[in-house]
């Protein structure tokens, strides 16, 4: 299975409404389009976590005549989740038009920052040349990187061992972790049906990995 990072710099007559609006305001920083389908009916379900103004975007949601729905989660004043229902895709220019006729997958997120789009993209050989091929017709387009897909970022779960992982999970669900903490360590190596001081290490070596999975800078 091969790979295409590209970087996708739609002209404005390819962008919907929403995007040339969200690309010229400052008020929207980065959005990350989590996932998308196109319906049966032809309108595209698309899923994105969004820095920036929710004010900003709900309007120009509102006002961009594509968008048939839409739906706005905070996660607090600068975060939000937003569902968008886009119409007629197909029907007027886009960029979307060379991704929507090929067989492919893309690995999430999508990131667009200022109108211009990152995204990372699957499959064999011939059907990635043809949507390279598809999208150079209209937007201006850069191959950043090309090869074999062996994965990106490790999973914090890949970085455990299956006794560790067990261990969490057992202390998460006997109260270890809350504040106040309700469960002991005599609780998980009970569950666990070990040492006081082997549940401890395995506690102690689960939670070094996830700190390290966090802050990247950290056990390199």
């Known amino acids: 299975m091969q790979f295409v990072d590209l970087t996708v710099e739609p002209d404005p007559v390819y962008q919907s409404d929403l995007s040339r609006t969200l690309a010229s305001s400052d008020a929207i920083v980065r959005e990350e389009l989590l996932v998308w389908r196109m319906s049966r009916g032809m309108v595209l379900n698309q899923l994105s976590f969004v820095h920036g103004d929710p004010d900003v975007y709900a309007r120009a949601a509102r006002e961009a005549s594509e968008i048939v729905q839409h739906e706005i989660r905070s996660v607090d004043d ?12 197909h029907e007027r220019p886009s960029w979307w038009t060379a991704f929507l006729e090929h067989d492919f997958i893309h690995v999430p997120p999508v990131v667009v920052e200022d109108g211009v789009v990152t995204v990372t993209i699957l499959g064999n050989v011939g059907e990635l040349r043809e949507v390279v ?8 387009v850069e191959i950043d990187s090309v090869g074999e897909y062996h994965g990106r970022d490790q999973r914090i779960t890949d970085r455990l061992t299956t006794r560790q992982y067990r261990a969490l999970r057992i202390a998460t669900e006997r109260g270890y972790y809350d504040v106040p903490r309700e469960g002991s360590l005599a609780d998980v190596a009970a569950e666990l049906e070990c040492t006081e001081s082997t549940a401890s290490d395995l506690l102690r070596r689960a939670e070094r990995e996830v700190v390290y999975a966090l802050v990247a800078s950290v056990g390199e």
Do not use: K, P, T
């Open 78 to 89: 600068e975060r939000f989740y937003v569902y968008l229902q886009e119409a007629n895709v």
């Open 133 to 140: 091929g598809d999208l150079a017709e209209v937007v201006s």
